[in-house]
């Protein structure tokens, strides 16, 4: 279950696509997943939405030299949120503190990519 996903790319892929709205992916479950955990690759803070529902928000600080990777189990209520057939996640990013600026950290600079990845705790 990966609707969007960033393993295989190089840090640079990120500054090549910025999102600075809303980006939404739809994907099919045969089934619902005990665990989900939500990866999110790249500097900033989005807000991570299933199927129109508010499920995680989520920050990554710039780090020079790599592209900074945060990991979060989804709550029980998230999970709800997911059914069999088609989802949605929508990725809203947010505004950076202190507002619009010019040059680096301007929601214009956002680059990030999110994923959802059934999580097996025994493995």
Known sequence: ???????DQPADAFKKHPISTPV??????????????VRMDGAGSARIYLNGQLVK????NDRAGYVPVSLALLS??????????????????????????KGKGTSEDLSLDVGLFEFDPGQ
């Open 1 to 7: 279950m990966v609707p969007m996903n960033a393993v």
């Open 24 to 37: 939404e992916r739809s994907f099919n479950l045969d089934k619902i997943p005990a665990n989900v955990v």
């Open 57 to 60: 928000e989520m920050t990554n």
């Open 76 to 101: 029980p209520d998230a999970l709800k949120r997911l059914r069999p057939g088609g989802n949605i996640l929508k990725v809203e990013p947010k505004p950076q503190a202190g507002g619009k600026k």
